[in-house]
């Protein structure tokens, strides 16, 4: 095996990596390998416990995994030592959750969802992000075309890293742009790195430490609409903002990536471009949370220009949300019940202190909740240990689970938490 691979990458590749054109063996899915991190969380153990047999039947059975399958993954070894050479020798590297150099952006932002290995080619410093996601459709019009060209060499004038996923049309037109205005680009990639990374301009951009590739998936791997699904969040969460050039309507992949990234508790600024010619699903995001991009943007601090523009958006929101509140103060233009108006705000009111309590005794007990569970552990067993009832601890469960803070498994249905 490859000496620049650490114990754990070894093992987490060989439970969720295709190694070579063997096929007799499926590698675990994300879901699946998060069920072994729980395990190895609740015995203190690292990924690399598991290249010691004697920990195959235990993970395999108490993460409701088959026996044969786990030992036959782990039993790779020397398909393993191959593929990692033919990956070195294509200047192919490969990381895990595990390593110290894993984008940090993927950790706090997406949890157990982070992928459990990253191909990349390139300089890995790149993996920090930053800079503009900028995604879009496939086919655009010409004044679309422009427009993300135009971005592309704005990004590069300001040193901010374009991130896109490679696709054709405006992906590569905002990836070729940046990188032909000397600036940096982050491509995500869904299909085939290793022929991507030889590709004339991206092996020059390479070279320069301009550009850095990186996938999910297997260094050959091919489309499909899953894997495209897949990495729409790893291409938003690598950046500071997001923009929309093109997008139909409820449709293809581009429009539910903005609306899972828009209906994500922290979401980044998603801008999309909006024009008398932009397609009707630019316009709809709007409706989602998405902020128009400015127009007449200065050649410099567009960072700084994009910030405001972002802070506008939200100040407005929180002038709307506190417009509730003024009724009592309103001339009214019709006939109002004052009385039945202001026991509605008293309610609002009543509830708002509620809601800060409830999340107060929230936060507080969580960390309780999850120092029970050096274990994965049942409702029922929580409950008794924590001396509440189990309808009110399946609230704060769910929740936790919402936020990623936990893992509920089940056969039998049981909870973790989730620190890798």
């Not at 192919?92 to 990253?118: E, F, G, M, N, T």
């Not at 899972?260 to 471009?273: C, Q």
Request: charged share 30%.
């Amino acid at each position: 095996m490859n000496k620049l691979l650490t114990d754990d990458t070894k093992a987490i590749i060989l439970l969720c990596g295709i190694l070579g054109n063997d096929r007799s063996v499926k590698p675990l899915a994300q879901r699946e390998y998060s069920r072994v991190v729980c395990w190895l969380i609740g015995r203190n153990l690292r990924p690399a416990s598991l290249l010691i047999r004697e920990h195959t039947h235990s993970v395999a059975v108490e993460s409701g995994l088959d026996v044969e399958r786990l030992t036959l993954l782990l039993d790779r070894g020397v398909q393993l030592g191959f593929a990692v050479e033919n990956w070195h020798r294509n200047g192919i590297w490969v990381i895990s959750r595990s390593d110290q150099d894993y984008p940090a952006r993927y950790k706090r932002h997406l949890k157990d969802k982070a992928p459990p290995l990253l191909f990349g080619v390139g300089d890995r410093s790149l993996l920090r992000g930053g800079g503009v996601a900028i995604v879009g459709s496939r086919n655009i019009d010409p004044d679309g075309e422009g427009f993300t060209r135009e971005v592309g060499e704005l990004c590069a004038l300001n040193k901010m890293p374009v991130v896109s996923g490679g696709a054709r049309g405006v992906d590569q037109i905002v990836m070729k742009a940046a990188l032909d205005a000397k600036g940096v680009v982050v491509g995500v990639l869904v299909e085939n790195l290793l022929r991507k990374s030889t590709e004339r301009y991206a092996r020059n951009a390479i070279s320069d430490g301009r550009l850095l590739l990186i996938s999910p998936y297997h260094p050959e791997a091919r489309f499909t609409v899953g894997t495209a699904m897949g990495r729409n969040k790893l291409i938003y969460t690598m950046a500071d903002y997001g923009l929309v050039v093109s997008v139909e309507y409820k449709k293809g992949g581009t429009w539910a990536g903005a609306e899972e990234e828009l209906k994500r508790s922290e979401s980044l600024p998603i801008f999309v471009r909006v024009s008398d010619g932009t397609p009707v699903g630019n316009k709809k995001l709007l409706d989602l949370g998405a902020i128009v991009w400015p127009n007449n943007l200065k050649k410099k601090k567009l960072n700084k220009q994009l910030d405001e523009a972002a802070s506008k958006v939200t100040i407005h929101k929180k002038t709307d949300d506190l417009n509730l509140f003024d009724v009592q103060i309103q001339k009214p233009s019709v006939s109002v019940d004052i009385d039945k108006e202001l026991k509605t705000i008293e309610k609002v009111e009543e509830n708002s202190e509620q809601e800060i309590l409830q999340k107060s005794v929230y936060e507080a007990i969580v960390p309780i909740i999850l120092a029970q569970m050096s274990l994965p552990i049942t409702i029922d067993e929580l409950a008794k240990q924590l001396d509440v009832s189990k309808k009110q601890l399946n609230v704060w469960l769910k929740r936790a689970v919402e936020e990623h803070k936990i893992m509920k498994l089940s056969r039998p249905v049981r909870y973790c938490k989730m620190d890798i």
